[in-house]
Every structure is written in structure tokens, then in C-alpha cells.
T-cell receptor, first 115, second 109 residues
Framework: EAGVTQFPSHSVIEKGQTVTLRCDPISGHDNLYWYRRVMGKEIKFLLHFVKESKQDESGMPNNRFLAERTGGTYSTLKVQPAELEDSGVYFC?????????????FGPGTRLTVT | DAKTTQPNSMESNEEEPVHLPCNHSTISGTDYIHWYRQLPSQGPEYVIHGLTSNVNNRMASLAIAEDRKSSTLILHRATLRDAAVYYCIPRPGGYALNFGKGTSLLVTP
């Protein structure tokens, strides 16, 4: 069974540009999450989808970040315009259920560098 | 969410058991205790979880104190591949994982 995949693995962009990160969850997982770790900080939750619906986007840092999950399959996270402080590693995870019992499966992450 | 306290770092010799402690004294009665780890340059990886009873799986064992204020992740025979940051995460419900600083485990040959 394929795990969670993320694309690209690494992206280098200039301040002010736009970047779109993609996540493909494990097949059949309705729950999809985005997290990120910025330099020197802990991994932080960004948002949670159940199928195509956003359940919680309380962790999204500001309106420069837009996440979508059209059709309830893969998800994209767009940063527009990117700022220097957006540099970090963005992780996607998926799970069968959203309750406290369910484990989350993470992708390898996308390393975003904004120069 | 319950606050957790873990050692910043621990060291173990290869092939020896490792006990990684976590204090979560403010945990509520219904919070599951999850453990994840992050190997270098990889995404976090689920290790084990439990509620009250001790739990075993192919990766590790989880020993939960009777008062649930602490737990210990046990790696029975550490390998070099087990070098990672280990996170103890009480889950009150819901979905977001609240990663703290974790414990960085160094395994030496």
C-alpha cells in the first residue's frame, strides 16, 4: 500500500512568489492534515480536512495560505505571496478516522525555502 | 491540551533496551497517549498509543502508570535506525497532534 506522498520534495522561491504544495493521502483515508515546522520551532498543526470539507483551519497562520481538497482526494496548499518566515518543512498526514484513537500517517514533507 | 515533559536527549548503546519517559500530569481521564518519532529528514512516524493498559506492538511497548500521569516508551533492543526524536502526545480527542520538543535519542554502536 502506498503511503502519503508529497510533491515537490524541495522548493526554493523568491519572496513574493507563489508556491503550491501537493499531498496525496493514503487511498481511502478521508482525513487529511497539514502541519509545518519552521526553523527552530516545533511541528505545528495547520488544518484538517474530512473529505473535501475543512474541519479546522485554526492553525493557518494568515490569509496568504490557502488549502484545498477538491473531490476529497489529494490536497494542495498554496502560499501567495510567500514571505521569508514561511520557510520550513510542510508535512501532510492522513488517517482513517479523526478521533483520538486513530494514528496519523505522515508524508516525507516538502522543504520550502523562501529567499 | 495536557502539558508534557520529556528529557531533551537520551543516549543508548545498540542492542540494549531504551526507556523513554514522559510526564503528563495534567492529562484527563479520556486522553489517549500517543507516541510518534521523527527520523532524520523524514516525516513523523506513528509508534504506539494506549489509554490505560500497557500496550505492545512490533515496534515498541508502552507502559502507562496506574495514575496515568506518566508513561514510558520502551524499545526492547535499540538499533541505529531507532535514532530519532520521540514525541509523547496526549490526545484529548479531536484530530490535531500537538508535538512538543520531544526527546532526541542517540544510539551508539
Amino acid at each position: 500500500e502506498a503511503g502519503v506522498t508529497q510533491f515537490p520534495s524541495h522548493s526554493v522561491i523568491e519572496k513574493g512568489q507563489t508556491v503550491t504544495l501537493r499531498c496525496d493521502p493514503i487511498s481511502g483515508h478521508d482525513n487529511l492534515y497539514w502541519y509545518r515546522r519552521v526553523m527552530g520551532k516545533e511541528i505545528k498543526f495547520l488544518l484538517h480536512f474530512v473529505k473535501e470539507s475543512k474541519q479546522d483551519e485554526s492553525g493557518m497562520p494568515n490569509n496568504r495560505f490557502l488549502a484545498e481538497r477538491t473531490g476529497g482526494t489529494y490536497s494542495t496548499l498554496k502560499v501567495q505571496p510567500a514571505e521569508l518566515e514561511d520557510s520550513g518543512v510542510y508535512f501532510c498526514a492522513s488517517s482513517q478516522g479523526s478521533g483520538q484513537y486513530y494514528e496519523q500517517y505522515f508524508g516525507p514533507g516538502t522543504r520550502l525555502t523562501v529567499t | 491540551d495536557a502539558k508534557t515533559t520529556q528529557p531533551n536527549s537520551m543516549e543508548s548503546n545498540e542492542e540494549e533496551p531504551v526507556h523513554l519517559p514522559c510526564n503528563h500530569s495534567t492529562i484527563s481521564g479520556t486522553d489517549y497517549i500517543h507516541w510518534y518519532r521523527q527520523l532524520p529528514s523524514q516525516g513523523p512516524e506513528y509508534v504506539i498509543h494506549g489509554l490505560t493498559s500497557n500496550v505492545n506492538n512490533r515496534m515498541a511497548s508502552l507502559a502507562i502508570a496506574e495514575d496515568r500521569k506518566s508513561s514510558t516508551l520502551i524499545l526492547h533492543r535499540a538499533t541505529l535506525r531507532d535514532a530519532a526524536v520521540y514525541y509523547c502526545i496526549p490526545r484529548p480527542g479531536g484530530y490535531a497532534l500537538n508535538f512538543g520538543k520531544g526527546t532526541s535519542l542517540l544510539v551508539t554502536p
